[in-house]
C-alpha cells in the first residue's frame, strides 16, 4: 500500500479500546493517517460466531484505517510485548474502567517510565477519580445524568433518549481533540502527556448554552420537543405534502418571514411584538403559523424561504439524507474495499483540510481480528518460531 500524505501518517497508536467511545477517538487519528493498531484478545473457543457482528455496519465503520492483532495482557509475555510495542508507540488510547489498566499494569505512570514521550488516552463512564469512577459508564446512563433526556422529547412526554449515542460519540471527539492538543505541546516541550475524558464530562459539556441557563440564570430548560428553547419561531411546520424545519428568530428574519408567509399583520399584534411576547405567546403563533404553512408544498416553502436569507429545510430520513444533491456532492460517505464484503460505504470525517483532503477511498479496511498479528511482531523483532509458540500458549 502506498504511503498516503495525511497531516497524523508519522505517528503509531496503540488502540486498546471497545464499544463505541474510545474507538471513536481511535477512528479520527486512523483516518487522518496514524498507523492504529488494534489490539483485541485472542479468540477463545465459541467465538467463531462472532464474525457477523464484525462484519456488521457498526463495527465496519468504526474501526476502518486500523491494523488489528490480538495480545492477551493478563499474561505477562502478553503485557511485556504490550510494554516493547509502547517503547516506539507516540499514543495510546484505552477506556477501561480506571482501575483496570493498573491492574494490568499498563497506565500512564508505567508507561511514561519507558516512554516519556507518549501521549496516554483515556476515556471512562464518569472520570478517573471521584466517587462514581467505578462505576460502569455507558451512553445512555450519560444521557440521563448528564440532563439531556430531561430536555429532550414533547413538552411532558418524560424523559427521551437522543438518537444517536452522543455522550460516547462526543466523549470519542474530545478525546481525539484532546490527544491532538497533547501532542502539539510534546512538539514544544519534549514530553507527553495524559489526556482524558469521560461521557459524563462530555455530555454535561455539550448541554452548551442549556447549561449555561441554568449556571448563569438559575432557569431549569424544560423540553421544547421540536421548538428551538429560545429561539422563535423555530421549530417543525406542517406543509400540503409533509413537515419542514423553519428557523425565523430575530426579527430581520421574523420580517422576512412574514413577507414570504404574507401575513404582515403578525408583527403590529402585540402578542408577537417582539422576541419576548413571540416566547410568552409561542403556542399561539405556531398555530397561526400551521394554518399557513399547510397550505403549499415543502420544496415551495424551502423555495421561497431561502430565497430571502430564512433558513428553511427538509426532514429527511437517513435514506433521503444521503440522496440529496448537496451530501453527494460533500462526499461524506466514503468507499472502503472489503476482502470478503467487497465494495463498502461508511461514514467519512467532516473536517476537510486543503493541502492534504481526506481520500476519496478508505486507506484501509476494517480488519479481521488479528489480521496483522505476525507483520507487527515481525517488525518488533520476533522470529517466526517464536509467534508461533507464543500463540500455542494463547498470549497472541
Known amino acids: 500500500m502506498s504511503k498516503v500524505n495525511l497531516p497524523l501518517s508519522h505517528l503509531t497508536v496503540l488502540d486498546l479500546t471497545r464499544a463505541r467511545a474510545g474507538p471513536t477517538a481511535a477512528r479520527h487519528l486512523a483516518d487522518w493517517g496514524a498507523d492504529v493498531i488494534k489490539i483485541e484478545m485472542p479468540s477463545e473457543p465459541g467465538d467463531e460466531g462472532l464474525g ?209 408567509i404574507e401575513a404582515p399583520k403578525l408583527a403590529e399584534d402585540p402578542r408577537f411584538a417582539n422576541g419576548g411576547a413571540r416566547s410568552t405567546n409561542r403556542d399561539q403563533l405556531n398555530k397561526i403559523l400551521e394554518k399557513i404553512t399547510v397550505k403549499k408544498t415543502s420544496v415551495e416553502w424551502i423555495n421561497a424561504m431561502n430565497e430571502v436569507g430564512v433558513p428553511c429545510g427538509p426532514i ?17 460517505a466514503r468507499q472502503m474495499e472489503h476482502g470478503e464484503l467487497g465494495p463498502v460505504r461508511v461514514v467519512g470525517q467532516a473536517v476537510n483540510l486543503s493541502r492534504q483532503p481526506q481520500p476519496k477511498r478508505m486507506r484501509r479496511a476494517t480488519p479481521d481480528k488479528g489480521s496483522d498479528t505476525d507483520d507487527v511482531l515481525l517488525h518488533l523483532g520476533l522470529d517466526a518460531n517464536t509467534i508461533a509458540q507464543l500463540r500455542n500458549e494463547s498470549v497472541i
Open 52 to 260: 457477523g457482528a464484525r462484519h456488521g455496519p457498526d463495527f465496519l465503520n468504526l474501526h476502518r484505517n486500523k491494523r488489528s492483532i490480538t495480545l492477551n495482557l493478563k499474561k505477562e509475555k502478553g503485557r511485556q510485548i504490550f510494554l516493547d510495542l509502547a517503547r516506539d508507540a507516540d499514543v495510546i488510547v484505552e477506556n477501561y474502567r480506571p482501575d483496570v489498566k493498573h491492574r494490568l499494569g499498563i497506565d500512564y505512570e508505567t508507561i511514561r517510565e519507558i516512554n516519556p514521550r507518549i501521549v496516554y488516552g483515556s476515556i471512562s463512564g464518569f472520570g478517573q477519580d471521584g466517587p462514581l469512577r467505578d462505576r460502569p459508564g455507558l451512553d445512555q446512563i450519560a444521557q440521563g445524568m448528564g440532563g439531556l433526556m430531561s430536555i429532550t422529547g414533547l413538552p411532558g412526554q418524560g424523559p427521551v433518549r437522543v438518537g444517536v449515542p452522543i455522550a460516547d460519540l462526543s466523549s470519542g471527539n474530545y478525546l481525539a481533540m484532546g490527544i491532538l492538543l497533547a501532542l502539539i505541546d510534546r512538539d514544544r516541550s519534549g514530553e507527553g502527556q495524559w489526556v482524558h475524558t469521560s461521557l459524563l464530562e462530555a455530555q454535561v459539556s455539550m448541554l452548551d448554552f442549556q447549561a449555561a441557563r441554568w449556571l448563569i440564570d438559575g432557569e431549569v430548560p424544560p423540553q421544547a420537543g421540536n421548538n428551538h428553547p429560545t429561539g422563535i419561531p423555530m421549530g417543525v411546520y406542517p406543509t400540503s405534502d409533509g413537515v419542514i424545519n423553519i428557523a425565523a428568530a430575530g426579527e430581520t428574519l421574523w420580517r422576512r418571514f412574514l413577507g414570504v
Open 316 to 332: 429527511y430520513r437517513i435514506d433521503e439524507t444521503f440522496a440529496d444533491p448537496q451530501v453527494q456532492h460533500l462526499g461524506i
